[in-house]
């Protein structure tokens, strides 16, 4: 009676799974069936359907073909015309889930780069603003979830099979990221590019990228001279990398202004520990520093002679 019922329930459990669009890596070599008529006669019904208009239907038809003829010749093209089927409804996150497990799965397929470019383009919409999504049963549109956006062009960055695709993403991450105001994370996108695709053609904007974010940071209040510090090596770093791009002249003049800003800002600092926390001391060894790079900042270093004078009477004083 008990192995009756466990007989049952194992039966049960293995017509479950077997139900399920599970994933155990691509199929092996010599495993996918020569023929499969039973998968050519769903690949014919869901492009009758799609002649028909009947994407429903079509989107039905397919899915019984991936699910249950994964080995079938016709498998992968299968997994693209679900893709295509879902973004003509709309269903935009099914059809980045269809494609990517094309990608997974059949990746000697001719649709393996299609799929790609697929997801690509797609990611590049949602960043762009372009893809609507409808909410409420279509009661209006909206667009993509950032999150979602996000995770695509992180996972084409993954997967793409060669450099100027997943730097593309990057670089289009890397923007994406700037304009939901989330610079530290878009300057590491950023930087990660420059050193995994070099000889991209967005390198060199991306080092910039990387410069200008630490430089705005500064402007943003978190004035500190590590910012400072960090983007004139960025702008210094795009003009030996890129030493004979269109814009190398101008990083170079960008890192001597971050330079004079550095020591306007150790002017700053000086100034603070002479009126707000009267550390004599400290102040007298910023403005000495100050006056020794007057080549640097000329006003900043002749403000600082003023204000040495200063400081050094106040310590005379207190001792």
């Given amino acids: 009676m008990r ?41 014919a019904e869901a492009k009758g359907y799609h002649a028909e ?97 996000i995770s695509w062009l992180r996972e084409i960055v993954t997967k793409a099979p060669y450099n100027d695709m997943a730097a593309t993403a990057s670089s289009i991450l890397g923007k994406y990221l700037v304009d939901l105001e989330r610079y530290e994370d878009a300057r590491a996108e950023y930087s990660k590019l420059v050193e995994k695709y070099p000889d991209s053609k967005y390198a060199p904007d991306a080092q910039l990228m990387v410069a200008q974010l630490w430089a705005g940071s500064h402007t943003r209040g978190d004035q500190n001279l590590v910012n400072l510090s960090n983007a004139r090596e960025a702008y210094e770093e795009f003009t030996l990398r890129f030493p004979n791009h269109k814009d190398a002249g101008k990083a170079l003049a960008e890192a001597s202004n971050m330079k004079r800003l550095l020591v306007q800002q150790e002017l700053e600092v000086g100034r603070y520990y002479l009126e707000r926390s009267r550390e004599y001391t400290s102040a007298i060894f910023c403005f000495e520093s100050v006056i020794r790079q007057k080549k640097v900042n000329p006003e900043a270093a002749a403000e600082a002679e003023t204000l040495l004078a200063k400081a050094r009477e106040a310590a005379a004083r207190q001792s």
């Fill in 3 to 43: 192995k009756s019922v466990f007989l049952r329930l194992f039966a049960a459990s293995a017509l479950l799974l077997s139900m399920c669009d599970s994933y155990d890596g691509p199929p092996g070599v010599g495993s996918v069936k020569a023929v499969d008529p039973v998968a050519n006669t769903l690949m």
């Fill in 53 to 149: 208009g009947s994407t429903r239907k079509e989107i039905r038809t397919l899915k019984k073909l991936v699910l249950n003829h994964e080995l079938a010749p016709n498998a992968a093209e299968g997994r693209f015309l679900l893709g295509k089927a879902y973004e003509s409804r709309q269903e935009y996150r099914d059809a980045f889930k269809e494609y990517s497990k094309l990608i997974d799965r059949y990746p000697q397929s001719p649709l393996y780069t299609d799929a790609l470019n697929r997801q690509l383009a797609m990611a590049m919409d949602a960043a762009e603003g372009k893809m609507k999504v409808p909410v409420l049963w279509g009661a209006w549109e909206t667009e993509m979830e950032s999150s979602v956006v």
